[in-house]
């Protein structure tokens, strides 16, 4: 098993997300109605795995080809996820990229920007979020389903937070 490592906030993070936001752009052509960063490495501050997570939305016509397109370049394709959002990722020596490809009425594209979203607003959140992931990864042995599992409930009610505000 492999050591679940949450590290503190690299400001580094959102030029990655940059560089691989240009490439998939370049990639994808004009099939990209926006992309997305998601995930802990998109919110200022917050400790976070060195993955840099990014939600690709295309019209729902474009998604097959969009998903060949990725499928034949340099990333591992990883199929759907079971929410309708196409998986692919890629490791470099200090970290990776995570991306999915969505219809733009994905729900789960939704609640992970009501999330990310959220955090960015409040600090104090984001924090007990932090507390939380390296407690997790400290606990799980190496166990990803613990680890994420044990964030499923933090992440519903912050999203719940998320939606009473909008």
Excluded at 64 to 92: C, K, L, Q, S, Y
Excluded at 117 to 144: C, I, T
Aim: charged residues 30%; contains cysteine.
């Amino acid at each position: 098993m492999r050591a679940i490592k949450v590290v503190d906030y690299d400001p580094s993070w959102p030029l990655l997300f940059a560089d691989i936001n240009a490439e998939i752009s370049t990639l994808l052509g004009g099939l990209a109605l926006s992309i997305d960063h998601i995930g802990s490495t998109s919110v200022p501050g917050l400790a976070a795995k060195r993955k840099i997570d990014l939600d690709a939305v295309i019209s729902e016509e474009a998604l097959p080809a969009a998903i060949e397109i990725v499928r034949a370049a340099d990333f591992v394709f990883h199929g759907d996820t079971g929410e309708n959002r196409w998986a692919f990722t890629r490791d470099h020596q200090d970290y990776g990229f995570r991306l999915y490809l969505c219809g733009p009425d994905n729900r789960a594209h939704r609640e992970r920007i009501l999330f990310r979203n959220y955090l960015r607003k409040h600090p104090e959140r984001a924090k007990a979020y932090a507390d939380l992931k390296r407690q997790l990864a400290a606990e799980a042995n190496g166990d990803w389903d613990f680890y994420t599992g044990g964030k499923t409930e933090f992440v519903a009610e912050t999203i719940r937070l998320a939606v009473l505000k909008t």
